[in-house]
């Protein structure tokens, strides 16, 4: 198993960035394909980025390509997502998510076993 935990949530002005990371618990993170997430108030929880066991093979949704940028540390057990030039749409709950069987990406929620509680993303316009 593996236990997730997400920060680097906050307010941020339209146009701005923030960091999230997402810190993994257990011996085997790089068996795992990875994703993040997000839920906006009473929206349904849409795929931002997928990757595979060793950020080889990436994909993005096209609401983020551009802006979003993921990577992940199999040597300190971390996945980060930069995101740049944030626009009050991206305002969300984020959640990070781990997947056992890292070959490929998975941008099906449901294909992902293991969510972190979530980091609130507000961008104010």
């Known amino acids: 198993q593996v236990q997730l935990v997400e920060s680097g949530g906050g307010l941020v002005q339209a146009g701005g960035s923030l960091r999230l990371s997402c810190a993994a618990s257990g011996r085997t993170f790089s068996s795992y394909a990875m994703g993040w997430f997000r839920q906006a108030p009473e929206k349904e929880r849409e795929f931002v980025v997928a990757l595979n066991w060793n950020g080889g093979r990436v994909y993005y949704a096209d609401s983020v390509k551009g802006r979003f940028t993921v990577s992940r540390d199999n040597t300190k057990n971390t996945v980060s997502l930069q995101m740049n030039g944030l626009k009050p749409e991206d305002t969300a709950v984020y959640y990070c998510?781990?997947?056992?069987?890292?070959?490929?990406?998975?941008?099906?929620?449901?294909?992902?076993?293991?969510w972190g509680q979530g980091t609130q993303v507000t961008v104010s316009s």
């Open positions: 998510a781990a997947r056992l069987g890292g070959s490929g990406y998975a941008l099906n929620e449901y294909e992902y076993g293991y």
